[in-house]
Nanobody, 125 residues
Framework: VQLQASGGGLVQAGGSLTLSCAAS????????MGWFRQAQGKERQFVAA????????EYADSVKGRFTISRDNAKNTVYLQMNSLKPEDTAIYYC???????????????????WGQGTLVTVSS
């Protein structure tokens, strides 16, 4: 699976941004997708996951109510809509695939290491 993330940039606190991740190499509708992020000097952390069909999602507590993950299986693309952004959301955001599951709750991309190249989101205060 090849993943290409895009959409990062600089935004003021309280603003919004949408990230996209285009996938290729496998039947996109057959596996779970998600997003992680890594702030400078910190470990990579889970942000959100979507089931293969898109009807089930999971979120980190820190982004619940502000971020929304969605996917368009016809376009082989997963999105992360980020609203009410805070300076602590500043990080490199990575999309990831887990072809071993269709479930958002069992999403665990570390088993296969399918990651996008990362896109930087900077939130200014």
């Amino acid at each position: 699976v090849q993943l290409q993330a895009s959409g990062g940039g600089l935004v003021q606190a309280g603003g919004s941004l949408t990230l996209s991740c285009a996938a290729s190499g496998r039947t996109f509708s057959g596996y779970a997708m998600g997003w992680f992020r890594q702030a400078q000097g910190k470990e990579r952390q889970f942000v959100a996951a979507s089931s293969a069909s898109g009807d089930s999602t999971e979120y980190a507590d820190s982004v619940k109510g502000r971020f929304t993950i969605s996917r368009d299986n016809a376009k082989n693309t997963v999105y992360l809509q980020m609203n009410s952004l805070k300076p602590e959301d500043t990080a490199i955001y990575y999309c990831a695939a887990d072809t071993l599951t269709t479930s958002a709750t069992r999403f665990s991309p570390g088993r296969e290491d399918y990651w996008g190249q990362g896109t930087l989101v900077t939130v200014s205060s």
